[in-house]
């Protein structure tokens, strides 16, 4: 077999000259594990990139696709719709909080922010508010890496790479570990944080402000779990100043917490969830955008009759390939019940299993809820900051992908996770981190 050439491809969020200087090349994928080339298997502790909820190879999404691209592949969805598209989505309102009834396509979790962030303009000039321009975001919020999704995002090098091209400003972050070290579920320190917002609405007037853009729970920011009381207030305080509240759940959706979304498992709805990745088990790209019903009628109801309303999409928007996969997608997680399973007897099993690595001297937090979690490490001086890549390295030798955040290995294994797998993770994890000491 010929060698590899690796120089074409140019990869995202990648090192690319050492990542070529080295290949990890994952060759098959199947239920929870990843088959390297050469033959090696190793459990995927992170979904893919938080996104492959009821596992890998799912034959009937996969039988889905192609019977669907050999019917229909493509048609134009400006003016012209397929009833798959119609169908879709009356079925994945089914699964939204109440009153959120209306999709919109995108065909990943940063369009979907682009697209949430362009209705919130939307509707605020169509209610007649268009002074309200700018977004409120938060630090260490993560929201794609488009032009909107970087303003209102709260990670660092975006801002010092590329600047903030949509006005936005942030609240602060909800990471505390000094208070909150070891919490098991939602810490209990740190509902006064959502005051924050509070602050900036004095600072800049709510008839500036269109919306605020939050994770429920922070994923690429290091799975920063929101204080317990901490989104309900944020939703009072928005109701307050009449803000839109957006839930970003591109990765908080689709049973992560052992709900459909995070909106409803901690009981606080949003006027718009963007979401994504889980949508269609990760197989072909989609986003979504829920919206609220009051939003949509009102945008529809202030353009002329026969105009656009909305000046917004995407050539794959509602793509029929993608409806397909999401349609099987669906029926795997309400026939197998993966929506909920986190909330049961395997989600306190993660719990268990992870909390049990705090024992070890160099762990200095877990941070977990369903079937996501956390593990900080105490880095080293020299690595402050970027511990957890390194030690991610290590965890796939030893055959386990955890994601290397900050100084934290981070997981949202596959939603059909079972307890000896979790525990084979968390036994490969305890050999890591004992052989850094
Ligand atoms: C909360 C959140 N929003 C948006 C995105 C961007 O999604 P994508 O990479 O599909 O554009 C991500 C990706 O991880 C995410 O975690």
Request: charged share 20%; aromatic share 8%; net charge negative.
């Amino acid at each position: 077999m010929s060698e590899l050439k690796t120089d074409a491809f140019w990869m995202p969020f990648t090192p690319n000259r050492s990542f070529k200087s080295a290949p990890r090349i994952v060759e098959r994928a199947e239920g929870i594990y990843l088959t390297e080339k050469g033959g090696r298997q190793i459990i995927d502790a992170t979904a893919g990139l938080w996104c492959s909820n009821a596992g890998h190879g799912r034959t009937e999404i996969a039988e889905a696709i192609y019977q669907q691209a050999k019917k229909l592949d493509y048609s134009s969805i400006f003016n012209f719709g397929h009833e798959l598209s119609f169908e879709y989505s009356e079925r994945l309102v089914k699964h939204t909080p109440d009153g959120l009834n209306h999709v919109f396509f995108g065909n990943s979790g940063s369009e979907a922010v682009e697209s949430a962030l362009k209705i919130a303009l939307q509707y605020q000039r169509a209610r007649g508010k268009g002074t309200r321009t700018m977004f409120i975001g938060r630090e260490k919020g993560y929201h794609g890496v488009n032009f909107g999704g970087i303003s209102v995002g709260g990670i660092a090098p975006n801002y010092q790479t590329f600047g903030q091209p949509v006005k936005a400003n942030h609240m602060r972050h909800t990471l505390d570990i000094e208070r909150n070290a070891f919490s098991r579920g939602l810490p209990e320190q740190g509902v006064e944080l959502a005051e924050d917002l509070e602050r900036l609405v004095a600072f800049h007037g709510a008839d500036q402000i269109a919306a605020v853009i939050v994770e429920p729970f922070s994923g690429a920011g290091g799975v920063i779990l929101p204080p317990k009381g901490y989104l309900q207030r944020l939703r009072e305080i928005c109701d307050k100043h009449d803000l839109l509240l957006i839930f970003d759940e591109v990765i908080s959706g689709w049973g992560r917490t052992g709900s459909a979304f995070a909106a409803i498992e901690w009981g606080v709805t949003p006027d718009m969830i963007t979401s994504a990745k889980g949508i269609t088990n990760a197989t072909v790209p989609l986003s979504a955008v829920f919206v609220k019903d009051e939003i949509y009628q009102t945008v529809m109801d202030a353009a002329p009759e026969g105009a656009v309303e909305f000046f917004h999409g995407y050539t794959y928007s509602a793509h029929p390939v993608a409806c397909a996969a999401g349609m099987a997608t669906l029926d795997i997680y309400e026939r197998e019940g993966l929506l909920t399973r986190a909330s049961g007897d395997i989600g306190k099993h993660w719990e268990a299993a992870l909390h049990s690595l705090a024992e070890l001297d160099n762990v200095i937090d877990v941070r977990n809820y369903g079937l996501v979690g956390a593990v900080e490490l105490r880095a080293p001086e020299n690595l402050k900051g970027k511990f957890g890549g390194k030690v991610s390295g290590m965890a796939w030798d030893a055959g386990v992908m955890a994601r290397g955040i900050g100084d934290a290995l981070c997981m949202s294994p596959p939603l059909i996770i079972e307890t000896h797998e979790i525990d084979a993770i968390v036994d490969k994890l305890r050999g890591v981190i004992t052989s850094l000491a």
